[in-house]
């Protein structure tokens, strides 16, 4: 019989520790040694178990006290503000639990929207450069338009890095409003790659409807700019030089007498060769007359005609 009683009474401590709840209350002040056993036994149980939940209890692992998961309980309010403190926080929002954070400052960020990142009509945002407040990058209107906020708040600068590949797709035009207009279908609009073809830094000024700051252009394929055009800007100048290196040369001479070889030498000669050339006389008396080109070098070009002409319009290429 004694034996059966041990027996019985160790089946209702184990169970007792298997099932009982975290009670602070025990062992009381007036529970002996020997009962106080039991009792706290189940409450190192209870506190392993609420331990366990989303986290890493293996007693003694690497791992020990490490989150597994973070489960939120049910959805609360706003939090108050607190100094020098952020919430990471559920709420509902239109019935569904969202992610939410909120600084010591009162800001409150919705991180979710019905499995996305931000909410409809609202604006993705980054900090100003002054970390005095926010710039609005773009948001989703209710028509599912990507709209950009005033194009003053865009930057005026893209930026790679080395053997970097910028590639712009869907985006057909930015409207007056600054909305996109997109294709159902990504396409390709623009690349631009960094292959050394960009000045030191592989930046690309972006302002007024043009691209700044690019190399000259070396090979097929590549972008030329006005800098790689001798002038950069015509101003009436006798001769202008190409990307390629083709040379146009052009000019007006005065008067021309009949049956003389006149000549124009050149300002700055062809430095390699001369391809072409054309001459044509100017005369208000309507004369019927051609006038002929006689001689072309990388210096000079000769005419010559049977009739008189008010003045000489010549032309040369060359390189």
């Given at each position: ?245 083709l040379i146009f040369k052009q000019g007006i001479a005065g008067a021309y007498t009949a049956a003389a ?59």
């Open positions: 019989m004694k034996k059966n009683i041990i027996r019985i009474t160790l089946i209702l401590c184990l169970c007792t520790i298997a099932y009982a709840a975290w009670d602070k209350d025990k062992p009381s002040s007036s529970t002996s040694l020997r009962a106080s056993n039991p009792e706290i036994l189940a409450n190192w149980s209870a506190l392993e178990t609420a331990l366990s939940q989303d986290h890493e209890f293996s007693t003694g692992g690497s791992n020990t006290g490490k989150h597994t998961q973070i489960t939120f309980d049910d959805p609360i309010s706003t939090p108050g503000d607190v100094a020098n403190e952020g919430v990471l926080y559920i709420k509902d929002v239109s019935a569904v639990v969202e992610l939410h954070f909120k600084d010591e400052s009162g800001n409150e960020i919705q991180l979710t929207s019905a499995g996305n990142r931000i909410a409809n009509n609202v604006n993705f945002s980054a900090t100003n450069n002054a970390g005095t407040g926010s710039v609005n990058i773009f948001s989703v209107n209710a028509s599912d338009e990507v709209i950009l906020p005033t194009i003053t708040n865009l930057s005026d600068n893209v930026v790679m890095a080395d053997a970097k590949t910028l590639t712009v797709e869907t985006i057909i035009a930015v409207d007056a409003t600054g909305l996109l207009l997109q294709n159902d279908t990504p396409t390709t609009l623009l690349t631009l790659t960094d292959a050394g073809g960009l000045t030191a830094g592989g930046a690309l000024a972006m302002g007024s409807n043009k691209i700044t700051g690019l190399a000259d252009a070396t090979s097929s394929g590549d972008a030329i700019h006005l800098g790689q055009y001798t002038p950069s800007a015509y101003a009436g100048e006798e001769s202008v030089t190409f990307p390629n290196g070889v006149d000549s124009v030498t050149f300002a700055v000669a062809f430095p390699t060769a001369v391809i072409s050339g054309s001459v044509t006389g100017e005369d208000t008396s309507n004369n019927a007359d051609y006038m002929t080109l006689r001689g072309l070098s990388t210096t000079q070009i000769e005419y010559s005609s049977s009739s008189d002409f008010n003045s000489v319009h010549w032309q040369a290429w060359g390189h």
